[in-house]
T-cell receptor, first 114, second 114 residues
Framework: AQSVTQLDSQVPVFEEAPVELRCNYS??????LFWYVQYPNQGLQLLLK??????LVKGINGFEAEFNKSQTSFHLRKPSVHISDTAEYFC????????????FGSGTRLQVQP | DTGVSQNPRHKITKRGQNVTFRCDPI?????LYWYRQTLGQGPEFLTY????????KSRLLSDRFSAERPKGSFSTLEIQRTEQGDSAMYLC????????????FGPGTRLTVT
């Protein structure tokens, strides 16, 4: 069984400031890791994923995340946010074999202020 | 590639009525997933198909829920005798089933049971 904890339910930040959204996971098996973004009234869109290899993963819209196996973390970062980044962000894991269904965290609301 | 589509986008029904939702995945995707998302929470896995075979159902999926994927194409999710606790966003996602394992989500069907 897997679980995902997103430590912040809301993160307010000013435009052009850096941001980090935190994610910790628990699993008895090796997992794949994902970050999804959900804009109002839209479906989930994949930002980035970690399958294997380099622990620093770059995604769309200038986001990146670092996989830390010892700390079981996969924090999402962006060096300079825009108003358009305001959305709900979900961290998710899936097992590497079998169903590969996603287990999501409860989400972090990123509110970018001018 | 028109993405994953879901219909209807919104459904309001009275308690005790039956409802059916439809999901059309990306055409070459052999895996199809259903998730449920309640307010302020991340999506939760309900069930998934590989081609036309339903391979797993979550314990969240009570006997009132049934899903089908005839011919391995579109899928339907039916809820019988709806209850107020069924009010949620129902999300469909599809994937290739092999790398890069990315799941593409539809916009969801929002169900309100009155």
């Amino acid at each position: 069984a897997q679980s995902v904890t997103q430590l912040d339910s809301q993160v307010p930040v000013f435009e052009e400031a850096p941001v980090e959204l935190r994610c910790n996971y628990s699993s008895s098996v090796s997992v794949y890791l994902f970050w999804y973004v959900q804009y109002p009234n839209q479906g989930l869109q994949l930002l980035l994923k970690y399958l294997s290899g380099s622990t620093l993963v770059k995604g769309i819209n200038g986001f990146e995340a670092e996989f830390n196996k010892s700390q079981t973390s996969f924090h999402l970062r962006k060096p300079s946010v825009h108003i358009s980044d305001t959305a709900e962000y979900f961290c998710a894991v899936s097992d590497r074999t079998g169903r590969r269904a996603l287990t999501f965290g409860s989400g972090t609301r990123l509110q970018v202020q001018p | 590639d028109t993405g994953v589509s879901q219909n209807p986008r919104h459904k309001i029904t009275k308690r005790g009525q039956n409802v059916t939702f439809r999901c059309d995945p990306i055409s070459e995707h052999n895996r199809l997933y259903w998730y449920r998302q309640t307010l302020g929470q991340g999506p939760e896995f309900l069930t998934y198909f590989q081609n036309e075979a339903q391979l797993e159902k979550s314990r969240l999926l009570s006997d009132r829920f049934s899903a089908e994927r005839p011919k391995g194409s579109f899928s339907t999710l039916e809820i019988q005798r709806t209850e107020q606790g069924d009010s949620a966003m129902y999300l469909c996602a599809s994937s290739l089933g092999w790398e890069p394992y990315e799941q593409y989500f539809g916009p969801g069907t929002r169900l309100t049971v009155t």
